[in-house]
């Protein structure tokens, strides 16, 4: 009968972006600008759509949603980024690393399924607009954004699991986790033909769809090159810094609100 030790793990080495100390500086800063943009813009994104009670429709609900996801995303990744760039020591506990992954797997995995109903909002206001507001009543659109946030918490707190269970050694069995990995990707991710209703929404699923797709449907690889993790930095930090931007340039009732609020502030500042 053949036996094996195996040392329990208490924490993690991150080599990742600190393997370049010559740029730690100019991570952190860059960082740190990127996190304080994501964190007005969506804020007054919300803040917008809370007061003007012209937004109080479907789209902004869901539009709401994305900036506070977008907030608590990069919340939860970006300020321990921070502290590591400026920390000597490169690493993170075990329950530290598994509270990461639940987090922050979990918010990506609800994005990814607001954003397809984001979409059906557009297909119903395109394809049927008089029955708009029957179909996608208050019930319904509640409903929908909290499955959203149920069904990725699920999926995140499953993969988790399967992750944290594993024995960290090279020749781990992970059959399990990557079959489970790709059939969630292809239900989550799979999805991009239904977004052609919208420019705007487009855009931010090309986006994010794009980045999330090549790192969780790449070929399997012992290493992570430089490629990999900008391009994980893109759909944590990138995307969520550029939604406010993407869906307020073009759209009028947004730009009708803010000339709305702040001439309504001038007004009383006058008196």
Not at 45 to 68: A, Q
Request: hydrophobic fraction near 50%.
């Amino acid at each position: 009968m053949e036996t094996t030790n195996h040392s329990a793990v208490t924490e993690f080495f991150l080599v990742g972006l600190s393997q370049y100390p010559e740029l730690q500086l100019f991570l952190f800063l860059l960082c740190l600008i990127m996190y304080m943009i994501i964190l007005l813009g969506n804020s007054l994104l919300i803040i917008i759509t809370i007061l003007d009670s012209r937004l109080h429709t479907p789209m902004y609900f869901f539009l709401g949603n994305l900036s506070f996801l977008g907030i608590c995303y990069t919340s939860s990744s970006i300020p321990p980024m921070l502290i590591i760039f400026v920390s000597e020591r490169k690493s993170i506990s075990f329950i530290g690393c598994a509270l990461q992954m639940v987090v922050s797997l979990g918010l990506g995995s609800i994005e990814c399924i607001l954003l397809a109903v984001m979409a059906y909002d557009c297909y119903v206001a395109i394809c049927n607009p008089l029955r708009y507001s029957i179909i996608m009543n208050r019930v319904l659109y509640v409903q929908m954004a909290a499955w959203s946030w149920i069904i990725g918490s699920l999926n995140s707190l499953v993969q988790t699991v399967l992750t944290m269970l594993l024995p960290f050694f090279i020749c781990s069995d992970i059959s399990i986790n990557v079959f489970i990995m790709t059939v969630s990707s292809m239900v989550l991710l799979g999805r991009k033909k239904a977004f052609s209703t919208c420019s705007a929404h487009l855009t931010v699923v090309i986006l994010f769809y794009g980045s999330a797709l090549f790192m969780h449907m790449k070929p399997k690889s012992k290493f992570t090159t430089a490629s990999d993790e900008i391009i994980g930095l893109s759909y944590e930090v990138i995307t969520p810094m550029l939604n406010p931007i993407i869906y307020s340039l073009r759209n009028k009732e947004i730009k009708e609100a803010v000339k709305k609020i702040l001439s309504r502030h001038v007004h009383l500042w006058k008196i």
